[in-house]
Nanobody, 124 residues
Framework: QVQLVESGGALVQPGESLRLPCAAS????????MGWFRQTPSKAGEFVAG????????DYEDSVKGRFTISRNIAANTVYLQMNNLKPEDTAVYYC?????????????????WGQGTQVTVSS
């Protein structure tokens, strides 16, 4: 089983940026995808972004397109979420997880139990 540890969350003002890393212990298989998800009191397990581990094909939820970028460092077993031009509605606890493929990530079908997540708060 892969352990996933998210970090990088903070309190920021609207328009600012954050970069969230997610470090994975254990092997990530080439056919898997990694994703970022977020949870608010009204939405649980909302898909934010996903990336195919081998070829780096990415997918985004519509509201973050053009503002967020997902990337991965295969050697470091780490996936990142670069968040630019943050908005108050991006406030959430952010989690990462793996999926059997990018489709499963897109439809929030994670392989592993959720970790602790990292809190992102966007407020002036």
């Amino acid at each position: 089983q892969v352990q996933l540890v998210e970090s990088g969350g903070a309190l920021v003002q609207p328009g600012e940026s954050l970069r969230l890393p997610c470090a994975a212990s254990g092997r990530i298989y080439e056919n898997w995808a990694m994703g970022w998800f977020r949870q608010t009191p009204s939405k649980a397990g909302e898909f934010v972004a996903g990336i195919g581990w081998q070829y780096g094909v990415s997918d985004y939820e519509d509201s973050v397109k053009g503002r967020f970028t997902i990337s991965r460092n295969i050697a470091a077993n780490t996936v990142y979420l670069q968040m630019n031009n943050l908005k108050p509605e991006d406030t959430a606890v952010y989690y990462c997880n793996a999926g059997s493929n990018l489709y499963d990530v897109r439809w929030s079908m994670p392989l592993f139990p959720w970790g602790q997540g990292t809190q992102v708060t966007v407020s002036s």
